[in-house]
């Protein structure tokens, strides 16, 4: 009897072990075990229903991928991975370092990389391509439905800069505008509201369209600019139109998504095993 108790209990253990890591849903043909769930459970911190959602989006997608026959090239990879580098300062063994401090494997982050690339050209491929562009009515209704979004929107503002190193220069040449002055510099520029530094945003919404902002010393020397426009209807649709469309196409690249993985989902065959 004392032989098989072990061998009773290292049966248990075993067979204890395999449900702990048994096939909790098969997903068209691709298998989400109960170790996955907890794991992606514990790494993102969300409930078992949502890791189980997580990975059956997840399975869907791989599925589609494979179905349309999404291919990225060894080539493609090394050159995301080469962007990746550049744009962190790191060079490739370097990232090799860093990843494998964090315990993972050069392979593993190939794979994961793949994989976001084929995602996001499948959804690029797939999925955008169904997406129209809106109309100009289209867009004029979004923005009536969503005006509030819009009140700090980028706007273009065309001024005209008069810099100088002279101040009597620059008030000379504000003071006659039409005429040539001596030493003063003008430059028509087209600046988005977005690109401005703060204090100059705000020198600009303080004066009046048609109207000299005062002199600013800028410690090489003095600028002042004159306001043609802050933008067509100051917050009006044609002065953010490219924002209002911008934000359209956001939300109808989600909607879609969404619609597309809903109707995925609807059309599998998702078997649940145990949870």
């Known amino acids: 009897m004392k032989k098989i108790l072990p061998l009773l209990i290292g049966t248990f253990l075993s067979l204890q072990a395999q449900v702990l890591d048994a096939i909790a849903i098969d997903v068209e043909g691709e298998p989400i075990t109960t170790l ?66 964090k315990g993972l494997t050069w392979e593993s982050y190939i794979e994961q990389l793949k994989t976001e690339m084929e995602k996001e050209r499948f959804f690029q491929e797939v999925i955008l391509s169904t997406i129209e562009r809106p109309s100009d009515d289209e867009l004029q209704d979004y923005y009536n439905t969503h005006q509030a979004e819009f009140s700090n929107a ?25 005429q040539p002055t001596s030493g003063v510099n003008k430059k028509n520029i087209l600046a988005s509201s977005n690109e401005m530094s703060p204090a100059l945003l705000n020198l600009i919404e303080s004066t009046e369209v048609n109207s000299f902002t005062k002199p600013v010393n800028t410690g ?37 998504g969404k619609d597309f993985l809903n109707k995925l989902k609807s059309n599998a065959n998702i078997r649940v095993i145990r949870l």
Request: hydrophobic residues 40%; aromatic residues 4%; positive net charge.
């Open 36 to 101: 996955e769930i907890q794991a992606v459970q514990q790494k993102l911190k969300m409930s078992k229903q949502a890791a189980v959602e997580t990975l059956i989006k997840d399975r869907l997608e791989k599925s589609a991928i494979k179905k349309a026959n999404i291919q990225i090239s060894h080539e493609e990879i090394q050159a995301k991975v080469n962007a990746i580098a550049s744009s962190k300062g790191l060079s490739q063994s370097k990232m090799k370092e860093i990843l494998s401090e």
């Open 154 to 178: 980028p706007r273009q503002m065309s001024l005209v800069s008069y810099s100088s190193d002279s101040a009597e220069n620059l008030q000379q040449a504000i003071a006659n505008p039409m």
């Open 220 to 256: 090489k020397g003095f600028v002042a600019y004159y306001v043609k426009s802050k933008g067509s209807g100051q917050g009006s649709f044609a002065a953010v139109k490219n924002a209002v469309a911008a934000r359209w196409v956001q939300e109808q690249r989600v909607q879609a």
